[in-house]
Each structure stands twice: as C-alpha cells, then as structure tokens.
C-alpha cells in the first residue's frame, strides 16, 4: 500500500506516542514512546515536535499530515482543546500550535474517538455498524459508531459517556458535575476511593499501604494486584469498580443500542475481568433487544489512539485538503 507521510500521535496526561501509519491500519517504521513532564502547552508541543522530528529521521521519511489523539474535548473543526483535566488544560488551540511548528496540516481528535475509529476499521469492532467503544484509564471515555458513521454531536464533542451521571449529588467530578461514572470507575477515582478507604480502615488497608508505599500514594494498579490475591479491602474496592462500570453502561447501552461494546485502555488491559463483569450487567440490567450487545476486549492496545488519529486525519484530507489551522 502507498505510504503518504500520515503519522498518528498519541498525547495522554503523561506519555507522547508517534508512528507513521498505513491506510491498512498498520504502523509502518518508526514508532516512539515518551513520557512527558506537562510543563505547559507549548513545552508539551515542542517535545511532540521533537518526537515527529525522530520518527520521520529514523524512517527517512518526511510527514505530511499529523492525526492528534487528545485525552480533552476537541473542537475537531478548529484543533481547540476546550478542556483536558489530565493534563490541566483549558482553551488551548493545540492543533494550530503543532501545525505551525511542522509546517504540515494537523488534525485533532478526542482520543476515545480515535480508538474508536481504529476499533471500528481494524479491531474488534470491525465489520460492525453499531459499536459502543469505552476507554477505561485514568479517566473513563468513549465514542460511538450508529449506522455505519461516527456522529459527532452539535459541538463535535458525542461520547462524553464518563460523565454520565451515576449518583445524584455524588462524589466530586473533574467535569463541573458530582456524582459521574469518572468519579467512581476511573483510575484516578479508584485511587481516590482506595485512599479513603485505608484512611477509615488503617488496619485492613495495611497490605495496600505497603504495596504502595505509602498511604497518599495509593493508586489503582496495587488495588488490582491486591485484588487478585484476596486482599479483603482491595477486592471489596474491585467489586464495588466493577458494579458502577456495569450500571453505569448499562445505561448507555439501553440509550444507544449498540450490537457491540469494545472496551479499551489501560484498566481493560490490565483486568481483564472488567469485560465478563460488563457482559454480565448488560445482560441482566438492559431492555431487550439492548440486552443482547456483547462485550470484547479491543484488539489494538496501546496503538488504538494513534491508529484512529492518524486514520481519522487521513479522511479528513480529503475533504479539506491541503487546510491548515
Ligand atoms: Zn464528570
């Protein structure tokens, strides 16, 4: 397949991925990973621009275009990140800031849409219309493909299902509201949840302290690994996890009929119980025919958001070809 110069990019709350990818979905040549120190937007476009700079060196290849997969809500017509909380950003015109500093077109996109898109084309989604994708990680994201097409909502901005709200008046969101499936399945409200649970039970919580290394660095990732050798308090935090994913997707399924529902990110990776846990509540909680979606762990793993993005941006060059921001 001919190769047209489109690298897809990756930026999450603290890693830069990159690679030249193919129509086909394949990445070609180069590929790099990199942690970032989110020392503002521009230190975090020059270090992206870095990272392209070696990708198109060691292939020998030059960039033509660049798809941006962003954990933030995206104005995908103008590359303007509204807000990304992980990276504590607001109003940040992320794709004109790349564009200018590449001298090349740039394209924008949430990053659970990108995933999406990649799922769709060349995962575990691909072949069907109706998808449900769901990014679990530090936060909880996702996207939908209805009838063969992605929707994007008035603003471009469809997906937000993280902050479907679970709990009315509940814990406190990085969103404006309280109460979101984020604020509950997230990585970052997994930790918080686990904190407070050792905070209230110091004795049941010892194991968990230690794992981590201290009380305030309590995270997600040791609660799982506790979780898994029985750890009481740890395995409660997993069950509790698991019930608020699975009513919280429920009710998404109920609104979006998906056939199929692919679940992606980090917290998919690494406990791959979430998937039977999901099937599971679908099955027992949703409306027939909505009841019937399976669930499936995504195919792509840690390639998904910069597969779509450089895909997605690839479609977009052919409707404004040759546009910069
Ligand atoms: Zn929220």
Redesign the pocket.
């Known amino acids: 397949m001919a190769d047209d110069g489109v690298v897809g990019v990756d930026l999450g709350g603290t890693k830069i991925a990159a690679a030249f990818v193919a129509a086909d979905g394949q990445r070609l040549r180069a590929s790099v990973r990199h942690p970032h120190g989110n020392g503002g937007p521009e230190a975090v476009v020059a270090e992206m621009v870095e990272i392209l700079r070696q990708v198109s060196r060691e292939s020998g290849q030059a960039i033509r275009r660049v798809g941006l997969g962003v954990a933030a809500q995206v104005d995908v017509r103008t590359g303007m990140v509204h807000h990304a909380p992980n990276l504590r950003w607001r109003d940040v015109p992320l794709g004109a800031m790349l564009s200018r500093s590449m001298d090349v077109p740039v394209s924008v996109v949430n990053d659970a849409r990108a995933a999406t898109i990649a799922e769709w084309q060349f995962g575990a989604g691909r072949g069907v219309d109706d998808l449900l994708v769901v990014s679990l990680g530090t936060g909880v994201g996702g996207s939908v493909v209805l009838g063969g097409s992605l929707p994007e909502g008035a603003d471009g901005a469809i997906g937000e299902i993280?902050?479907t709200i679970l709990v009315a008046g509940g814990r406190k969101?990085?969103?404006p509201?309280r109460g979101?499936l984020?604020?509950y399945a997230s990585g970052w409200a997994i930790a918080e949840r686990a904190r407070e649970a050792v905070a209230s039970d110091p004795a049941g919580g010892r194991r968990l302290v230690e794992l981590s290394g201290g009380p305030d660095k309590v995270s997600a990732g040791p609660v799982g690994v506790l979780a898994r050798l029985g750890d009481p308090l740890s395995s409660e935090l997993f069950r509790q996890t698991l019930s608020y994913l699975g009513t919280g997707l429920a009710g998404v399924v109920n609104g979006f009929n998906p056939r199929r529902v692919i679940v992606v990110g980090g917290l998919a990776t690494g406990w791959p119980e979430v998937v039977g846990a999901i099937q599971e509540t679908i099955r027992s909680h949703c409306q027939t025919p909505a009841s019937g979606a399976t669930v499936h762990a995504g195919r792509l793993g840690e390639d998904a958001v910069l597969v779509g993005a450089a895909n997605w941006a690839r479609d977009r060059a052919a409707d404004r070809a040759g546009a910069r921001y």
């Open positions: 993280g902050h969101c990085t969103c509201g979101c984020e604020a």
